[in-house]
């Protein structure tokens, strides 16, 4: 039996919601455990798949992993082995290269499995490489799964990346903070998962400073010991919500959020014909006016995500004017354009670039969950459709929404899980 996702469109979203902790955060924070011998807690992580999927991992390489509740889990990695690496579930989530910088740190030499995750093209690792080599490690030629090794040792260097890769900068990090002297990394990303990612090990006792500019300094120190550390909520779910929230005419409150890291989502949903307010932490959408088309151009932090491309398509759609979406950050991010369009959207792409003409009407159907974000933006393009859509490949949604259908259904969705 295949589980879908089932939504009837037409209802206006309303009410409060609470956003969880941040899935491209947690699962660095998670696979930097490996660097300890002590116990760490971590608190606020969102009730995903790739969070257990790491867990997973993390418990078969030998830590002891307890739950202390839902959403905080207590880690010690002090008999972690790299050799029972499950190298099958590594290639569940991209997340999983994190292994390389953490195991590195603590044993000078890696294992990892080929990393997965969303397919969107070509997601070569070669900036990744580049700052190992950097601190004195090398690859090992190995068939199935990628293995490094730092015959003298990790040791501290400098590398400039050729593009701020949120991946090779949390890489770098985890690699750094234990190797000898000091890591530069210059041009390197500055999303607020790299910010989280470097206080955590700071509470642990590393010597980061620069995270959330464009140039890192890491002092390796010889020992980490144990902290709590609470995740920050999550920027794409709450960016999620609020778009779906705008695309129904909706009027929502999110709290649990940081309204700073959501500046380039709000100003765009403004853009649009929403009204936006902030508080310390809290968001408030309301969308009376009819919405309005506009440009978006996807970059690194703190330019507009990438990962919240996908989930304005449906109000580009039913916006008056349409807009030009430009894609600065992976080659092939727009597969989900041809599902939208068996829905009733009017968009043209040639891989980098859609242009979409605005004013549709869209009809529920069929359609296939192509990545995580993808599905998103179907379920959104559901809510505002005439009649049901229902939505396939909904594993790939589980990786990064946390209670999708309850929340949703807090708002006044309807929305329910079906099987075909
Ligand atoms: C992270 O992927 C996120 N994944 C992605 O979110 C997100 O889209 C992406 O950052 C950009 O914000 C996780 O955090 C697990 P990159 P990552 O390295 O680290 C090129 C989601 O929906 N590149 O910043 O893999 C690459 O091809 C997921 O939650 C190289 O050329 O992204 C791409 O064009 C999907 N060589 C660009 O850089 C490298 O060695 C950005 O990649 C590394 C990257």
New binding site residues.
């Given amino acids: 039996m295949i589980p879908l996702i089932s939504v009837r469109g037409g209802n206006r979203l309303r009410g409060e919601v609470f956003i969880g902790g941040m899935?491209?955060a947690a699962?660095p924070i998670l696979f930097a455990t490996i660097l300890l011998r002590q116990t760490v807690a971590i608190e606020n992580l969102p009730a995903v798949t790739d969070v257990t999927t790491t867990l997973r991992i993390l418990s078969d390489m030998g830590a002891r992993v307890t739950w202390e509740s839902p959403t905080a889990v207590q880690v010690n990695a002090a008999d972690v082995d790299p050799n029972a690496l499950p190298l099958n579930l590594t290639t569940r989530?991209?997340?999983s290269?994190y292994l390389l910088g953490a195991e590195l740190g603590r044993f000078g030499y890696a294992v990892s499995g080929l990393p997965g995750?969303?397919d969107?093209g070509?997601?070569?690792?070669?900036?990744?490489?580049m700052i190992f080599s950097a601190l004195g490690a090398e690859v090992v030629p190995s068939v199935g799964n990628i293995r490094l090794t730092a015959p003298g040792g990790l040791h501290g260097g400098a590398v400039r990346l050729?593009?701020?890769?949120?991946?090779?900068t949390?890489n770098g990090i985890l690699a750094g903070a234990t190797a000898d002297g000091t890591t530069m990394i210059e041009n390197a990303?500055r999303?607020p998962?790299i910010v989280d990612l470097a206080n955590f090990l700071n509470a642990c006792g590393a010597e980061i400073s620069g995270a959330g500019t464009s140039q890192i300094r890491i002092n390796g120190v010889k020992n980490l010991h144990g902290c709590r550390h609470r995740i920050i909520p999550d920027m794409?779910e709450a960016g999620t919500y609020l778009a779906a929230a705008a695309a129904t005419g909706g009027h929502i409150r999110l709290r649990a959020v940081n309204p700073d890291h959501l500046e380039a989502v709000t100003d765009r949903l403004a853009a649009m014909g929403a009204s936006i307010a902030a508080s310390e932490d809290t968001v408030t959408l309301t969308r009376m006016l009819p919405l309005r088309g506009t440009d978006i151009e996807t970059l690194?932090?703190p330019g507009f995500?990438?990962?919240m491309q996908p989930q304005f398509a449906p109000l580009l759609c039913l916006s008056e004017g349409g807009g030009l979406v430009y894609e600065r950050?992976?080659?092939n991010r727009f597969r989900y354009l041809e599902e939208l369009r068996r829905m009733g959207a009017n968009v043209i792409s040639d891989g980098l670039c859609a242009r979409f003409r605005g004013g549709d009407r869209l009809t529920g159907t069929r359609v296939c969950a192509t990545?995580?974000?993808a599905g998103a933006a179907l379920l959104i393009a559901g809510l505002c459709a005439e009649g049901e859509t229902t939505i396939s490949e909904i594993r790939h949604i589980e990786r990064?929404y946390p209670d999708l259908i309850g929340k949703f259904r807090s708002l006044g969705a309807e929305l329910r899980l079906v099987t075909d």
Avoid: M
């Fill in positions: 899935k491209n699962l989530l991209r997340g290269s995750g969303c969107f070509n997601r070569p690792l070669d900036q990744h490489f050729s593009f701020p890769s949120v991946g090779a949390l990303a999303e998962h794409i690194p932090y995500p990438t990962d950050v992976w080659e990545d995580l974000r990064g």
